[in-house]
């Protein structure tokens, strides 16, 4: 029987399935936002050095991403958060920003802030952070305050204490 569980891998950015994948987050993250409001990272974002980058895998297929940005000592970012269209409500974003959340907590991060867009594409994004504690916030690093934006932001260690992050 083909095992059909999602995995979470380190990513092989010159893996052709997941440049695919990160191209079509990419398109469609900017096809979903005003011009100058897009934020997601292409490959050569991805390639930095301060970035992780993750892929969730089920059975053989690539069906998502998921990176954080190291912005601080103690701060990092929630970037390329993306799910195929195949794979939707399969638990994939869920598994993918778990294992975010645990790796910035293993690097010894204490907050994580991201920017999604504020329009109705990204409604499922939000709701998705929301419930795992992320609130809305002020724009943080080199971002500007922007209509087509939302800020959130999770204190790690209250994440941990009302058990946000959830075992996979």
């Known amino acids: 029987m083909k095992d059909l569980r999602i995995r979470i891998l380190q990513a092989d950015l ?15 993250a900017r096809g979903q936002t005003a011009p100058g409001s897009a934020h997601a990272l292409d490959l ?10 993750w892929v969730a895998n089920r ?8 990176a954080l940005k190291r ?28 294992h975010i ?16 867009g504020s329009w109705p594409y990204f409604d499922p994004a939000r709701a998705l952070y929301a419930a795992f504690g992320f609130v ?11 209509p087509n934006s939302v800020f959130m932001t999770l204190n790690i260690e209250d994440s941990l204490a009302r058990g946000s992050s959830r075992s996979h």
């Open 44 to 53: 050569s974002g991805l390639r930095s050095s301060d970035v992780s980058v």
């Open 14 to 28: 010159d893996d052709p399935r997941i440049v695919e994948l990160i191209e079509n987050h990419v398109v469609a």
């Open 71 to 98: 912005l601080s000592e103690v701060e990092g970012e929630v970037k390329s958060m993306f799910t195929s269209p195949s794979a939707r409500r399969l638990g994939v974003a869920s598994i993918m920003l778990d």
């Open 101 to 116: 959340i645990d790796a910035a907590r293993n690097e010894g991060l204490r907050r994580l802030n991201l920017e999604t």
């Open 59 to 66: 059975g053989e297929d690539v069906v998502g991403t998921g």
């Open 136 to 146: 809305e916030c002020d724009p943080f690093g080199e971002y500007r305050e922007d």
